[in-house]
Structures are given as structure tokens and as C-alpha cells.
């Protein structure tokens, strides 16, 4: 029976630890996913993702065929920088719901960028697209974003892909 006095503190110490430990999860659960804004700028300084939030990636996407009839080779079958953008853009969007997230829950996005015949990069074609989806009445939610410049990307008749990570 000298034992009992210890047991009864060990049993009071592992009750009291997992009622701390349960109300560690539920404050993390509750704990919102931060966007660090830039005023002055369409994308964020940065995001939190607080433990306990689902997550989801989305492979780099290219753009869907837009004229299976056009001419390999030419800017016909998948479109111009802009086309190809905002048919990556519905691709997120479709691959995200299948994963039951919408494109408000995006946080982050890698775009690849490639020049065209010419050798020249559509900045603002891409910007522009990425205003439509993002950073607007329809979706205030900016992301944080890498738009980098490449030399090629696979298929040469591909201007642009984009990867997405999402949570909520």
C-alpha cells in the first residue's frame, strides 16, 4: 500500500499531461494560416502554415490542348503565354477540387516561364492571368510566388507551368 500515494500521482500526471497536451491540439487547430502582405505588391512577403492544417501540391501543370487540329509546332495547339496560363490556371483549379480545395486555398505558386520563338518571355501575359484568379473581388487571397525564367520547358510549344500548394 506504500505504493499507492506514487500510483496516484503518476495516474494524476499522465491526466493532467494529456488534458495540456489535448489543449495544445485544439489551440493549434484553431490557429489561422497567416499571410505576410505587401501592400504595394499582387503577391506576399510569405505564409504560415500552422500545424495541424491540411496541405496539398499539385505537380507543375502545363496548359491543355487548345487546337488539336493546329499545326505541331506552332503556338496554335496550346495558345500563347496568356491562353496557356489561364488553361494551367483551370487545371489547378479542377486538381485542387479533386483533392476537395478550392483556389482560395492556394498559398503558393512555382511558375516557369519559357521564351517563345522570338526569345522573349510574356511577363505580363502571365501577370495578367494571374490576376484573374488571384488578388480580386472574386479571390482577395494573394500567394506567395517564385516566377522564374527558363530556358525550355519539355514540349517547345509549352510557354509556361505552374506547381500550387495549398491549405486549410
Known amino acids: 500500500m506504500k505504493y499507492l500515494p506514487i500510483s496516484f500521482l503518476l495516474i494524476f500526471s499522465l491526466i493532467t499531461s494529456c488534458a495540456q497536451n489535448n489543449d495544445a491540439s485544439i ?3 484553431e490557429k489561422e ?3 505576410y502582405d505587401r501592400a504595394d505588391a499582387s503577391i506576399l512577403k510569405g505564409v504560415y502554415i500552422p500545424k495541424g492544417k491540411e496541405i496539398f501540391y499539385t505537380s507543375g501543370l502545363v496548359a491543355p490542348v487548345k487546337d488539336p487540329d493546329a499545326e505541331v509546332g506552332t503556338y496554335g495547339r496550346f495558345g500563347d503565354t496568356y491562353e496557356q496560363s489561364i488553361g494551367i490556371l483551370e487545371r489547378i483549379k479542377e486538381t485542387l477540387d479533386e483533392g476537395g480545395f478550392a483556389i482560395e486555398d492556394v498559398f503558393f505558386l512555382r511558375v516557369y516561364l519559357a521564351p517563345d520563338k522570338d526569345g ?3 511577363w505580363d501575359a502571365w501577370f495578367k492571368a494571374y490576376g484573374e484568379y488571384f488578388n480580386n ?3 482577395p487571397n494573394k500567394v506567395a510566388r517564385s ?5 525550355a520547358l519539355a514540349n517547345p510549344e509549352l510557354l509556361i507551368e505552374v506547381e500550387a500548394v495549398a491549405a486549410k
Request: charged letters at 45%.
Open 27 to 29: 489551440e493549434e487547430e
Open 33 to 35: 494560416i497567416l499571410r
Open 120 to 122: 522573349k518571355i510574356d
Open 137 to 139: 473581388d472574386e479571390n
Open 147 to 151: 516566377t522564374i525564367a527558363v530556358y
